[in-house]
């Protein structure tokens, strides 16, 4: 029960700020998956709220493979360690910065590398890594160089 309202609380998506809704306002489908707010509902801010109320409304929506998935990909969320965490969050608000029109071009790009086999995305994915070290290394090596200057 915990994991559902974790994701539930992970649904959440920004809504502007309202009046305060009270529980038994809530449809009896929503009342069920934030039954662990129904004591505290009422001292939850108006924005909480709906935020919550968005979420419940989410995961209802959700078949079971989704649900099932959502509940994986929340798992593997936690097994991380909170630097990764940290580094996933980071890069998460760095997307979110850029235009709508770029973030739709990289959800593409996303959803057409998923779509090749798999022997195909290791070989892109060795590519990148290959480009990136080089790039890490030239950058090390910059820093290195730097270094030296200043002795």
Do not use: C
């Not at 097994?79 to 980071?90: I, Y």
């Not at 973030?103 to 892109?124: G, V």
């Amino acid at each position: 029960m915990i994991k559902l309202l974790l994701l539930t609380v992970s649904l959440f998506v920004f809504i502007p700020y309202g009046q305060a809704l009270e529980w038994n306002a809530l449809a009896p489908e929503q009342q069920k998956v934030l039954k662990q707010f129904s004591t505290s509902w009422n001292k939850l801010p108006s924005d909480k709220q709906e935020k919550l109320q968005l979420g419940a409304n989410r995961w209802i929506s959700m078949d079971s493979q989704k649900r099932s998935d959502l509940i994986n990909k929340f798992d593997q969320w936690q097994k991380l360690d909170p630097q990764q965490q940290t580094k996933l969050k980071q890069q998460f608000n760095k997307f979110k910065q850029i235009p709508a029109e770029q973030q739709q071009q990289l959800r593409n790009a996303h959803q057409r590398f998923q779509k090749l086999p798999q022997d195909k995305q290791r070989q892109l994915m060795d590519k990148f890594n290959k480009r990136n070290m080089k790039k890490m290394n030239k950058k090390t090596q910059d820093k290195m160089r730097q270094k030296n200057k200043r002795h």
